[in-house]
């Protein structure tokens, strides 16, 4: 499994050094859009509107829009003494809470905690203090340049850690339009979807649910496929550098052929001049 960042995470004077690994991945198929006539994949280039050319790389720089049109430049040393700063913190559980006290919706991303070197006993001790008090660690971490707020848990003998949003990162449910203060209800309606939640209570069980989208857009993939339904992006012409040899002679055969005949008119009207005078 891919270690995406290492670091070590402490609660006290215990420390423990970790990897992260990712715990979810995205399966979403991702389909490439192409120019119908050619059947070429389409380019996206960085352009600047006021020089009206593509920029490079190292030409673009980031900063932040404080007012319309108008920006603080960020230099990359400073983001990058910022970002180095930051990362040599240990990851620090602040507090430790119930599971339950936190609602979902703060949920992001899950990584697998694993032990680094020398930290086996540490998670280990860690892990079972959690399991034995029924609690849930609170953090800080930076991850891609940003720092996050998360949760430590045990799930199934494994340390997980989960970001969570900041509050502040959460939207006021009072700015969502059109809720309903109050429903007027009568006792029978309310009994008949009781009802029906019961009838469709059962245990969560995750290999029941399936991306039935995914699947069907992978059968008609593999179909198209087996079918030979498929196409070949063309490759662009290279522009040769050498002109086609017959075709130059021909025009020059053309050029030639149309500059004796000037040069016959001009001395044909010479010779006239000469008679005359």
């Known amino acids: 499994m891919h270690t995406m960042w290492k670091g070590s995470i402490s609660f006290g004077l215990v420390n423990i050094p970790i990897k992260l690994h990712a715990a979810t991945e995205n399966k979403d198929i991702k389909l490439r859009q192409l120019h119908k006539e050619c059947q070429s994949p389409i380019e996206y280039k960085k352009r600047c509107p006021v020089c009206e050319r593509e920029v490079e ?3 673009i720089v980031k900063a932040y829009e404080y007012a319309k049109n108008k920006f603080v430049v960020l230099d990359d040393e ?3 003494a910022l970002k180095k700063e930051q990362e040599d913190k240990a990851v620090e559980i602040l507090d430790f809470v119930k599971l339950e006290e936190i609602d979902p919706i703060y949920f992001e991303n899950s990584y697998f905690i694993s032990p680094n070197d020398g930290g086996s006993k540490a998670y280990g001790l860690l892990r079972q203090a959690l399991e034995d008090t029924g609690k849930i660690g609170i953090a800080k971490i930076i991850i891609r340049s940003k720092e996050q707020l998360a949760i430590v848990r045990v799930y199934e003998n494994t340390l997980l850690m989960e970001t969570i949003h900041f509050p502040d990162e959460v939207r006021n449910v009072q700015d969502v339009p059109n809720v309903p203060e109050n429903t007027e209800l009568s006792k029978k309606e309310l009994t008949t979807a009781i009802s029906l939640i019961d009838q469709l209570t059962a245990e969560f069980d995750p290999d029941k ?4 989208y995914r699947t069907a857009l992978m059968e008609l993939i593999e179909a198209k496929r087996n079918n ?3 196409t ?3 490759v662009k012409p290279k522009q040769a550098n050498v002109t086609d040899l017959m075709e130059a002679l021909e025009k020059s055969l053309e050029s030639t052929k ?3 005949k000037k040069t016959t008119k001009r001395k ?3 010779k006239t001049k000469k008679k005359t005078s």
């Open 57 to 59: 790389r190292d030409e």
């Open 78 to 80: 400073d983001l990058k």
């Open 209 to 212: 649910y399936q991306d039935e």
């Open 228 to 230: 030979e339904e498929i």
């Open 232 to 234: 070949t992006a063309k």
């Open 258 to 260: 149309g500059n004796k």
């Open 268 to 270: 044909t009207v010479s």
